[in-house]
């Protein structure tokens, strides 16, 4: 697998959570590792917050200014509309040239270039601060705030810091968490009273915090648990001065707990401590800051729900507090009441914390994820509690072709190699192993693949060179190496060469040759390899009376090919032999019992009644066709589907059997189509895979649900 593609801005100079946002401001440097100083100009400090963690969500922004997602989407605060829980990262669909996001616990933040703020998700309270307390998933613009610098999210409230040093804030305001003297919620930006100089600020569950250039901390809102730190536990609508602390660069806000880190690298911690968050060694509260016992050199810290994170020059992270997730990634759930070193991490230059999980920015771009995943917020669409760091999966991009199975599905890169995702108990997955995987593995041992194909449970690819690879389920020899035996890894397929193109059926394989003709091998007990007998075939024979073929394709038990001069041939059906079916035909495919083709005059052939339907659809460039459904791709980029829809394969957004053609709804620019036993996929002009229909084994790479009934981008963004 490729390292994450989250692609994340080098030099972070602050990093923000939500329902724990950290702002940790570094002096610009070629060393990511040195504080910023309180003297450095502020706008020599905006904040570019590439990482930030929500309740059960997790956001990043990439060099591009495109945001990406993933995990819970019970509001929107994903932005897509297809799921509850996003298990894989997915680009959102704006702000564009965005440069910082925040997570609340179920709301979005993104600052974009221009100083605008701009919001997503829960809304109950107001805190996407467009005038309403209506929801949204998609974003709106924070009204009456321009000249933003800086963006922080807490569990209903919002805050962004100006660039003349301001703080404003929207949202539930019941412990006076927005600062401007009330308890009165805000559906706009409101002015923290009373605060100039702000160069950092972090925003918990119901108290905010923020750093003056004179390196004093000051805080408002809720102080149950001492919070404020300012040695009481009264809640103060105003902003109170935290005591004794001096020369701090960052600050992060949790639930009930405050982080601050000092210019000389140590950090200190104040407010609840029931599971040992302030990591002093104990379980007091405490209304006023007490060292982190152990730590030195810090560079960030997170806060989460009852955890803390901190990242040091070192590149290592440590780790305290609440650990019945395994958000503190020591392999372990016990609580730690001092810091513990997070296993397996090197070269980390930021960190961020949900309520229960755990995130770490790497030197080298890559992101990792520990704790809770329950609504998919690791991002490695696995959907199981992580107590050691895994990384953030990475979609493939630059894919060129795709092909989809009866449970499985691959993808063909621009680089030539082949990547595989779904059921697995046969090996048509070619990773070695009969694991299935929802996330894409790397076919073995292939290089230079121009093609593949997918059947029930095997799997072909071509290579540039024109030699051909099989792997999978090898009962009928569907495998072509002169063997039954299954093969987890690609074995050369014998007596074949100059391969243009291949198609499996359910245990039968085709090729076409350079020299036009067509080879066939496997099960043969209806006459699908077209080589005048009934006799299953381990290695590939010629099929009888075919030349000048183009293109094949292969259904449950019967086999087609399309010739050059557009006629159609068909073998099975009676006949051991290819004998001419139909012409006029630009495209033709063959599904598990039907077969359909596109004609010249702008009519589509289905022979799955009798007498076989015929459509009006022009512009069919390519068919394909599943389990008693069928798509045509036109040449304006659409795509149009009809038959059986139970799993929602034919992505109109219903589950509704359609005996007419409906477009594919959310498509556009499509270059390829793909047809599984019930679901179905894309490939766009830019490079993206879409999947739809049914994802019982995670065949549309996306994790839950079960099904989609509309396209929604795959993990292959």
């Given at each position: 697998?490729?390292?994450?593609?989250?692609?994340?801005?080098?030099?972070?100079?602050?990093?923000?959570?939500?329902?724990?946002?950290?702002?940790?401001?570094?002096?610009?440097?070629?060393?990511?590792?040195?504080?910023?100083?309180?003297?450095?100009?502020?706008?020599?400090?905006?904040?570019?917050?590439?990482?930030?963690?929500?309740?059960?969500?997790?956001?990043?922004?990439?060099?591009?200014?495109?945001?990406?997602?993933?995990?819970?989407?019970?509001?929107?605060q994903v932005q897509n509309a297809l799921v509850i829980n996003l298990p894989w990262p997915s680009q959102t669909e704006g702000p564009s040239g965005a440069v910082a996001v925040a997570a609340g616990e179920s709301h979005s933040l993104a600052l974009r270039s221009d100083g605008t703020v701009w919001?997503?998700?829960?809304?109950?309270?107001?805190?996407?601060?467009?005038?309403?307390?209506?929801?949204?998933?998609?974003?709106?613009?924070?009204?009456?705030?321009?000249?933003?610098?800086?963006?922080?999210?807490?569990?209903?409230?919002?805050?962004?810091?100006?660039?003349?040093?301001?703080?404003?804030?929207?949202?539930?305001?019941?412990?006076?968490?927005?600062g401007d003297g009330s308890t009165s919620s805000r559906s706009g930006s409101v002015q923290v009273q009373g605060l100039s100089g702000v160069v950092a600020m972090a925003a918990g569950e119901s108290h905010s915090l923020a750093v003056r250039s004179d390196g004093t901390v000051w805080a408002w809102g809720g102080n149950s648990h001492g919070q404020l730190g300012d040695g009481s536990t009264s809640s103060s609508s105003g902003t109170v001065q935290v005591r004794g602390l001096s020369g701090v660069v960052a600050v992060a806000a949790g639930e009930s707990h405050s982080l601050a880190v000092r210019s000389d690298g140590t950090v200190w911690a104040w407010g609840g401590n029931s599971h040992g968050q302030l990591g002093d060694g104990s379980t007091s509260s405490n209304s006023v800051p007490v060292q982190v016992q152990g730590l030195g050199g810090v560079i960030a810290v997170a806060a989460g729900e009852s955890h803390s994170l901190a990242a040091c020059s070192d590149g290592t992270v440590w780790s305290w507090g609440n650990n019945s997730h395994g958000q503190l990634g020591d392999g372990s759930t016990s609580s730690n009441f001092v810091p513990v070193q997070v296993q397996g991490l090197g070269g980390v230059v930021a960190v961020a914390a949900g309520k229960s999980h755990?995130?770490?920015?790497?030197?080298?771009?890559?992101?990792?994820?520990?704790?809770?995943?329950?609504?998919?917020?690791?991002?490695?669409?696995?959907?199981?509690?992580?107590?050691?760091?895994?990384?953030?999966?990475?979609?493939?991009?630059?894919?060129?072709?795709?092909?989809?199975?009866?449970?499985?599905?691959?993808?063909?890169?621009?680089?030539?190699?082949?990547?595989?995702?779904?059921?697995?108990?046969?090996?048509?997955?070619?990773?070695?192993?009969?694991?299935?995987?929802?996330?894409?593995?790397?076919?073995?041992?292939?290089?230079?693949?121009?093609?593949?194909?997918?059947?029930?449970?095997?799997?072909?690819?071509?290579?540039?060179?024109?030699?051909?690879?099989?792997?999978?389920?090898?009962?009928?020899?569907?495998?072509?190496?002169?063997?039954?035996?299954?093969w987890l890894v690609p074995v050369q397929v014998q007596g074949v060469s100059g391969v243009v193109a291949v198609a499996v059926g359910y245990a039968h394989s085709l090729a076409v040759r350079s020299d036009g003709t067509v080879w066939a091998w496997g099960s043969n007990s209806l006459g699908q390899l077209g080589d005048g007998t009934t006799s299953d075939r381990y290695v590939p024979v010629q099929v009888k009376g075919m030349s000048g073929a183009v293109s094949v394709s292969a259904g449950f038990n019967h086999s087609l090919a399309m010739r050059?001069?557009?006629?159609?041939?068909?073998?099975?059906?009676?006949?051991?032999?290819?004998?001419?079916?139909?012409?006029?035909?630009?495209?033709?495919?063959?599904?598990?019992?039907?077969?359909?083709?596109?004609?010249?005059?702008?009519?589509?052939?289905?022979?799955?009644?009798?007498?076989?339907?015929?459509?009006?659809?022009?512009?069919?460039?390519?068919?394909?066709?599943?389990?008693?459904?069928?798509?045509?791709?036109?040449?304006?980029?659409?795509?149009?589907?009809?038959?059986?829809?139970?799993?929602?394969?034919?992505?109109?957004?219903?589950?509704?059997?359609?005996?007419?053609?409906?477009?594919?709804?959310?498509?556009?620019?499509?270059?390829?189509?793909?047809?599984g036993g019930y679901?179905?996929?894309?490939?766009?002009?830019?490079g993206t895979v879409w999947a739809w229909g049914n994802n019982s084994f995670n065949q549309l790479g996306e994790g839950p649900p079960m099904y989609a009934t509309t396209a929604s981008r795959s993990l292959l963004y």
């Open positions: 697998m490729q390292s994450s593609g989250w692609w994340w801005i080098n030099r972070v100079l602050s990093v923000w959570l939500g329902v724990c946002l950290v702002s940790c401001c570094r002096k610009p440097s070629d060393d990511p590792g040195v504080p910023a100083s309180p003297d450095t100009p502020l706008l020599e400090r905006q904040v570019r917050a590439s990482i930030a963690a929500g309740s059960s969500h997790s956001l990043a922004v990439d060099p591009d200014g495109r945001i990406r997602a993933v995990g819970s989407n019970t509001y929107g919001a997503w998700g829960s809304n109950s309270h107001g805190q996407l601060g467009d005038g309403s307390t209506s929801s949204r998933s998609g974003t709106v613009q924070v009204r009456g705030l321009s000249g933003a610098v800086a963006v922080a999210a807490g569990e209903s409230h919002s805050l962004a810091l100006r660039s003349d040093g301001t703080v404003w804030a929207w949202g539930g305001n019941s412990h006076g968490q927005l755990s995130l770490a920015m790497c030197s080298d771009d890559t992101v990792w994820s520990w704790g809770n995943n329950s609504s998919g917020q690791l991002g490695n669409g696995a959907g199981i509690h992580r107590t050691i760091p895994v990384p953030v999966q990475e979609g493939l991009r630059e894919v060129v072709a795709v092909a989809a199975g009866q449970e499985h599905s691959l993808a063909v890169r621009s680089d030539g190699t082949v990547w595989a995702w779904g059921g697995n108990f046969h090996g048509q997955l070619g990773d070695g192993s009969k694991s299935s995987s929802s996330v894409p593995v790397q076919v073995q041992g292939l290089s230079g693949v121009v093609a593949v194909a997918a059947g029930i449970t095997h799997s072909l690819a071509v290579r540039s060179d024109g030699t051909l690879w099989a792997w999978g389920s090898n009962f009928s020899g569907q495998l072509g190496n002169g063997t039954t035996a299954n050059s001069d557009n006629t159609s041939w068909l073998w099975n059906r009676g006949t051991t032999a290819a004998t001419p079916w139909m012409d006029g035909i630009v495209a033709v495919a063959a599904g598990y019992h039907h077969t359909v083709a596109a004609r010249s005059d702008d009519t589509v052939y289905d022979s799955s009644s009798n007498p076989g339907r015929v459509y009006d659809l022009s512009g069919v460039v390519a068919m394909t066709a599943g389990h008693g459904c069928s798509m045509a791709l036109r040449s304006d980029g659409t795509v149009w589907a009809w038959g059986s829809n139970s799993s929602g394969q034919l992505g109109d957004g219903t589950t509704d059997d359609r005996s007419m053609p409906v477009q594919v709804q959310g498509l556009s620019g499509v270059l390829a189509v793909a047809s679901h179905s996929l894309a490939v766009r002009s830019d």
